[in-house]
C-alpha cells in the first residue's frame, strides 16, 4: 500500500479508542490522532502508524475543519452524531479535506426521528406504526385510543435521552408531556415520534457505504440495560458480543429490505449517504426486521467488539467510502472468531455518575490473552489514570467461542478495580439468536 495517511479521529470514547488503534494498525496509514481522545489513546506505535492525541476543546463543525488543518489530515474520521448533524463533514469537504461520515443533509437520517420515519414509509422500509406531531392534545388521543403500547421519541438529537418506553398509556402521555409542554429537551422535543412498541430480539447492523455501495459488517447484539437480565434504565450501551448467528434468508431481508432501500432512497433524495448506516432492527417472531433508528455513526461499544473481528486496512475502508469508492476488499472479517465487548461503568452511571476514582489493575487486564482494554470516560491526573466518567473502560477480548470469548473479558474485567465499579455479569452469555 503505498498511500501514507494521515487521519484524525474525533471523539473520546471507548468507540474512538477501537478506532484509533484499529487504523493504526492499517497498512496504508503513518499517523492516526485522535482529538480530544482519552489517556488510552496517548502516543504509541501501534503496528504500521503513530497514535497520538491533539486538543479538541469543543467538536464544532469549524473547530474540527481546524483540528484537520492542523494536523494536515488527509482524512478525518468523526465519531459521534452530534457534528456529523451539525455538518462537519461539510464543514471539511469545503476546506478540501476527505472525511468518512455522511453531510449534514444525510446525517437527518439519525438527526431527525420525524425524518426518519416519513423516509422510511416513503421507501416502504417496514418501520412501527407512527404519530408524528408538535401538539400534545393530538399526542394524548393517539397514544388512548391506541390498543396496545407505545413508545416516545424527541425529534432531535438528546444524547441517547430522547426516546421513552413507557409501560402504560399514563406514563406515555407523561413522556409526551415532557417533551412538548415542559420541554425537557428543549427544541430537540418540540416535535415527537409516538409510535407502536415492537416486540422481539434487537441487533446492530453497521454497513459502511460510500453513497452507492456498501459493506455489511458481522451483526452485533448490544445490552441497552444497566443491568443483568436487561433491568432498569436504558444506558448508551453496557456490552456487546459479535457476530451474532444471523441466517442466510435473515442477512437478505435485512439488506434487500432496510439496507438497500436506505441506500437508495438517499440517492434519490440528492442525500447520499457516505459513512456508517448503523441500523437498530427490531426481528420479530417471524423473522422479520424492523427498523428501529437508523444511527449515522459507529455504535459504542458495538465497534469494540467488531473492529476486533476485523483485520486489513481499515483507513483504505474508510477512505475509499469517504471518495465515493468503497473497496470492501480491504477488510477481512475473520472467519470463526467472536468477539465480547464489556462496559466497566462507574457508581451512579446511567443517572449521575461518579468521577476522580483511581483505577488499578489496567497491565494485568490486557495480559488476559487476546484482551484489549479500551479507555473512554477516563483522565490522566499526573500519571494516575482515573475515572472522569459514566462509562469508563470497555475491555474487549476475542477467541474461536463465544464462551471462551466471555470468560476472557470477564477474566480481565476481574483484574480492574475502582472504587463504584459495576458491570453486567451476564454480556455474551445467551448469544441470542433471531427466530427464523
Ligand atoms: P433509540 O435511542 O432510538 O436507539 O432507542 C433506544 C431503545 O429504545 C432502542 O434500542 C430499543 O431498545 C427501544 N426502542 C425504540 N423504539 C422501539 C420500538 N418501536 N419498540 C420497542 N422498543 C423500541
Ligand atoms: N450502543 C448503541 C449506540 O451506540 O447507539
Redesign the pocket.
Known amino acids: 500500500m503505498a498511500v501514507t495517511r494521515r487521519i484524525l479521529v474525533v471523539g473520546s470514547g471507548g468507540r474512538e479508542h477501537a478506532l484509533g488503534r484499529a487504523l493504526a494498525r492499517s497498512p496504508s496509514a503513518a499517523e492516526v490522532i485522535v482529538a480530544p481522545g482519552n489517556p488510552g489513546c496517548a502516543e504509541t506505535a501501534e503496528g504500521h502508524a503513530v497514535l497520538r492525541r491533539a486538543p479538541l476543546t469543543s467538536p464544532t463543525p469549524s473547530a474540527i475543519a481546524a483540528a484537520a488543518r492542523a494536523a494536515r489530515a488527509d482524512l478525518v474520521v468523526v465519531g459521534p452524531e452530534a457534528p456529523l448533524c451539525a455538518g462537519a463533514v461539510d464543514a471539511l469537504a469545503t476546506d478540501g479535506i476527505a472525511a468518512f461520515g455522511p453531510s449534514r443533509a444525510a446525517a437527518a437520517l439519525e438527526g431527525s426521528k420525524v425524518f426518519l420515519k416519513r423516509f422510511a414509509e416513503r421507501h416502504k422500509i417496514p418501520t412501527?406504526a407512527f404519530l408524528a406531531t408538535s401538539d400534545f392534545a393530538e399526542a394524548e388521543r393517539y397514544i388512548r385510543g391506541r390498543d396496545r403500547h407505545v413508545?416516545v421519541?424527541a425529534d432531535g438529537l438528546c444524547a441517547?435521552k430522547?426516546?421513552v418506553?413507557p409501560s402504560s398509556a399514563d406514563e406515555a402521555c407523561a413522556a409526551a408531556h415532557a417533551m412538548l409542554v415542559e420541554r425537557r429537551f428543549g427544541e430537540a422535543g418540540a416535535t415527537i415520534v409516538v409510535?407502536?412498541?415492537?416486540a422481539g430480539v434487537?441487533l446492530s447492523v453497521h454497513a459502511i457505504c460510500d453513497g452507492e455501495r456498501l459493506f455489511v459488517l458481522p451483526v452485533a447484539r448490544d445490552h441497552?440495560r444497566v443491568g443483568d437480565g436487561d433491568r432498569g434504565p436504558?444506558t448508551g450501551g453496557m456490552g456487546a458480543v459479535a457476530p451474532v448467528a444471523v441466517d442466510a434468508a435473515l442477512t437478505e431481508r435485512i439488506a434487500t429490505r432496510v439496507l438497500a432501500p436506505t441506500l437508495a432512497g438517499m440517492r434519490q433524495e440528492g442525500r447520499p449517504f457516505r459513512g456508517v448506516l448503523f441500523a437498530?432492527l427490531?426481528v420479530d417472531a417471524a423473522g422479520e426486521p424492523w427498523l428501529?433508528?437508523h444511527n449515522v455513526r459507529f455504535g459504542d461499544p458495538e465497534t469494540q467488539a467488531l473492529l476486533a473481528l476485523c483485520d486489513g486496512d481499515l483507513a483504505e475502508l474508510l477512505a475509499g467510502a469517504a471518495r465515493g469508492a468503497l473497496d470492501a476488499s480491504a477488510v477481512r472479517v475473520v472467519p470463526g472468531r467472536c468477539s465480547v465487548a464489556l462496559v466497566l461503568a462507574s457508581r451512579g452511571y446511567p443517572e449521575r455518575p461518579e468521577t476522580g476514582a483511581a483505577i488499578e489493575g489496567l497491565e494485568a487486564a490486557a495480559a488476559v490473552p487476546e484482551t484489549t482494554v479500551l479507555h473512554a470516560g477516563t483522565a490522566d491526573e499526573d500519571g494516575r489514570i482515573v475515572t472522569s466518567g459514566g462509562r469508563v473502560l470497555t475491555v474487549t477480548s476475542t477467541a474461536e467461542s463465544p464462551a471462551e470469548a466471555r470468560a476472557r473479558a470477564y477474566r480481565a474485567a476481574e483484574c480492574i478495580r475502582f472504587e463504584g465499579m459495576h458491570y453486567r455479569r451476564d454480556i455474551g452469555a445467551e448469544w441470542q439468536t433471531p427466530a427464523h
Open positions: 412501527a413508545v421519541k441517547g430522547g426516546v418506553v409510535e407502536d412498541r415492537l434487537e441497552k436504558n437498530g427490531m428501529l433508528e
